[in-house]
């Protein structure tokens, strides 16, 4: 497609980190605070330069903890200013206290995770357990597996958050050093074109966020068991459910300004006549096309079911999947919710909306990816094996990484 | 320095900006505190306090006492908190609203205190005011490592072993621009600690000793009485250090002199949680006391002639 003059877009070539750097420089935040945290760190150092050198006008507020960000945010945001943060791994467990008090005090921060295994033992590879153990927590949680999708989904994000109807905090999520320390060409849309997108704020910033002395409010007293406690709680869940208008239309807006084809909550790939579908999210679930493809040479009926969602639950796409006649789908998860029903926390949750279709579907979980455990396109080819045998022999596989329900990709049977 | 008389006749100490009603304990010195702190400060002002015995007294929810914009904030985030509303003002070009923190000694001396530190190395522009009622008293009085030695607290049944951290030297020790102590108890020195902070840019540490009846077992009528004998004792000492130099307030100067001062035995006597302090104990304390008077009497003197 040509573009005109106008609509040319810079493209650099840049990290996963850069991406998140330069996606908070074009958002044109106010405040930033953050700490370092492999593999995060290169988000940190973009951005004191970007500021220090004064290419962007913002305060950043170099604290000496995560804890610290987080309660930094709450206050610059309360005042107005777009805020902006970056973490992983220990640094966003470090935060779980905060996380809670930004989304219950409905404030449109936007904070990238460039996501790492859990210690002890240390880990700093790929792993999304640090943000699916927070899952729960009043953020909105997308997932991006392209260096454009992470500079682009920033933009997205302060659009969506910062609507009065959705008021909630939003993570972009992607992999450490496979996402965050890759580089790649990024296009980086004209400023002005992004400002038309996304505006610069008012100068008295968002009404709806100011801490004014010239009309004084008390926020977060104590609210009593008979008093609207409960009913705070659920507008926080009833704006997140409501939220997916909102990520909807925004999708399409950006997709229409920037040329762009992100899909909604879920992305699909040659699911219409798949037998057999895969769903999945994050950076792997990028690698899965290849895995698809080659199948679908040997004449294989397979599919890819994208989660760019987590919160809000892409529940309506789910529920309309498991009524097309599927009838074998697998579900992996780059994390561990140990003790849950499958090992894996969106498998586990996937698997609830079952309830919401009459047909049978077998579905197989699966756990992959943890501490950056390489996954091949062949692995991925692998696992879709397991799921056609399912199809084929009405039976599931039981070789031995195959425990407890759950197949745990490449585990080390026997030590 | 502005005396009761001239204080009464200010006009802008005349509007409250902590109004009637709030849920306190009868008697409470804190909201005393935070009442005349506010009357200084104005109503440019925000204030950000972490749990602490204020979440709880500022009004139960949709009731508010202040009348200022208040965030009630977590338990380690108060200089945080604060230092991001400092910088969110900043980045908005707002220049003229004060930010204070009101914090319980538990938010400041321990849970608190990470924060703090760093807000301070980074040159905040903020008031970090810490009332200090030497204990967690709004979980119902446990220790906090601001809690005196020898305290019976309900996490220190048999009293506690180690004496009260000395959070405002450590404070001093960042180089902060201002540092001052004073008594809740005692309205216009509040009012004048707070005056002279406001005026100054970057970080100032306020640290305030707020008798508590229900936590230290005193009948609550006692409480000025209370905090004037804290610092007759010698026990509470109120002085300041503006731009690096310290020096004794002139209520505290003359308690410097220990013939003049009262014997703090006296000062514990009255309080319910020390009552079965032995004599050793309390010349421990005694000791405890006069070494502090002693050094910070000496340092006072080499910093006044620098
Ligand atoms: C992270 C966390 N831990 C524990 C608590 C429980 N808590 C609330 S207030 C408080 C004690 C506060 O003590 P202090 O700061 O001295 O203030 P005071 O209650 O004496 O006014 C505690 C332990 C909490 N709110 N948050």
């Known amino acids: 497609m040509m573009k005109t003059e106008q609509e040319k877009e810079n493209i650099l070539i840049m990290s996963g980190n850069y991406a998140a750097a330069w996606g908070a420089k074009c958002s044109n935040v106010n405040v930033i605070s953050a700490y370092p945290i492999t593999p995060q760190t290169t988000v940190v150092e973009k951005l004191s330069d970007f500021v220090d050198n004064k290419e962007l006008d913002a305060k950043y507020i170099r604290v000496e903890s995560e804890h610290s960000v987080m309660a930094a945010l709450v206050g610059s945001s309360m005042t107005g200013a777009r805020s902006f943060s970056a973490t992983s791994g220990q640094g966003l467990l470090y935060m779980a206290e905060m996380l809670h008090w930004v989304s219950s005090s409905r404030l449109p921060i936007v904070t990238t995770i460039a996501s790492r295994g859990i210690a002890p033992p240390w880990n700093i590879w790929a792993d999304y357990t640090d943000i699916l153990s927070i899952r729960d927590c009043g953020w909105i949680i997308q997932f991006a597996s392209t260096h454009q999708e992470i500079f682009d989904s920033i933009l997205m994000a302060y659009k969506i958050a910062e609507n009065p109807e959705v008021s909630l905090p939003y993570f972009v999520v992607y992999s450490g050093f496979s996402q965050s320390h890759t580089s790649k060409p990024v296009s980086i849309p004209e400023q002005q074109r992004i400002n038309k997108f996304l505006p610069i704020l008012p100068e008295d910033g968002w009404g709806h966020l100011n801490l004014n002395p010239d009309k004084p409010v008390t926020f977060g007293n104590l609210v009593m068991p008979e008093q609207e406690y409960l009913d705070f709680r659920f507008m926080i869940h009833d704006s997140m459910v409501k939220s997916k208008k909102n990520i909807h239309d925004t999708i399409n807006l950006f997709n229409q300004s920037f040329g762009r084809d992100y899909g909604g909550l879920v992305e699909k790939y040659m699911c219409d006549d798949a037998e057999v579908i895969l769903i999945s999210y994050g950076g792997l679930a990028e690698q899965s096309k290849d895995a698809v493809d080659k199948l679908r040479d040997q004449g294989n009926k397979v599919g890819l079911f994208k989660l760019r969602y987590i919160r809000p639950f892409p529940n309506e796409e789910l529920i309309e999947l498991f009524n097309s006649g599927i009838k074998v789908i697998g579900v992996v998860d780059q994390g561990t919710a140990f003790g849950n029903p499958t090992g894996g926390p969106i498998s586990t949750e996937v698997m609830s909306l079952l309830n919401h279709t009459k047909n049978r579907i077998d579905v197989l979980p699966c756990i992959w990816g943890i501490g950056g455990r390489n996954v091949s396109v062949d692995d991925q080819i692998g696992l879709f094996e397991k799921l056609l045998y399912i199809k084929n022999n009405n039976e599931y596989p039981t070789d031995e990484t195959c425990q407890h329900g759950t197949v745990w990709m490449g585990l080390k049977t026997g030590i | ?306």
């Not at chain 2, 500022?58 to 965030?71: D, F, N, R, T």
């Not at chain 2, 305290?151 to 220190?156: H, Q, S």
């Not at chain 2, 503006?242 to 308690?255: A, D, M, P, T, W």
Request: with cysteine; glycine share 8%; hydrophobic share 40%.
């Open chain 2, 1 to 306: 320095m502005i005396t009761t008389k001239e204080l009464l006749k200010i006009e802008s100490v005349k509007p409250e900006l902590f109004l009637a009603g709030s849920s306190s304990c009868a008697g409470c010195p804190s909201v005393l505190a935070l009442r005349w702190a506010l009357k200084a400060l104005g109503k440019k002002t925000v204030v950000v306090s972490p749990a602490c015995c204020a979440n709880v007294y500022i009004g139960l929810w949709p009731k508010a006492s202040p009348a200022v914009p208040y965030i009630n904030m977590a338990f380690a985030a108060g200089a945080s908190a604060a230092a991001g509303v400092v910088a969110g003002y900043e980045s908005l070009g707002k220049k003229d609203i004060n930010v204070l923190t009101w914090a319980g000694d538990g938010g400041t001396v321990d849970i608190g205190i990470q924060a703090l530190s760093g807000a301070i190395e980074r040159n905040t522009n903020f008031i970090y005011a810490c009332y200090d009622n030497e204990g967690y008293m709004n979980t119902g009085t446990q220790r906090s490592s601001s809690t005196p030695k020898y305290t019976v607290t309900t996490t220190t049944p048999t009293g506690k072993h180690m004496h009260k951290k000395d959070i405002s030297q450590i404070v001093a020790a960042h180089d902060i621009p201002y540092v001052a102590t004073c008594l809740a108890t005692d309205p216009v020195d509040v009012y004048n600690t707070f005056m002279e902070a406001k005026a100054i840019h970057g970080p100032k540490f306020i640290h305030i000793l707020t008798p508590c009846a229900p936590g230290w077992r005193f009948d609550v009528a006692n409480s000025i009485d209370m905090g004037a004998m804290a610092v007759k004792s010698g026990f509470f000492i109120l002085w300041k250090q503006v731009n690096g130099r310290l020096e004794i307030k002139k209520k505290s100067l003359r308690y410097m002199d220990k013939q003049k001062r009262i014997p703090v035995g006296d000062y514990l006597k009255g309080q319910g949680r020390f009552s079965k302090l032995t004599k050793e104990q309390i010349d421990d304390m005694q000791n405890w006391v006069d070494k502090r008077c002693e050094k910070i009497s000496a340092r006072a003197e080499y910093e006044a002639n620098l």
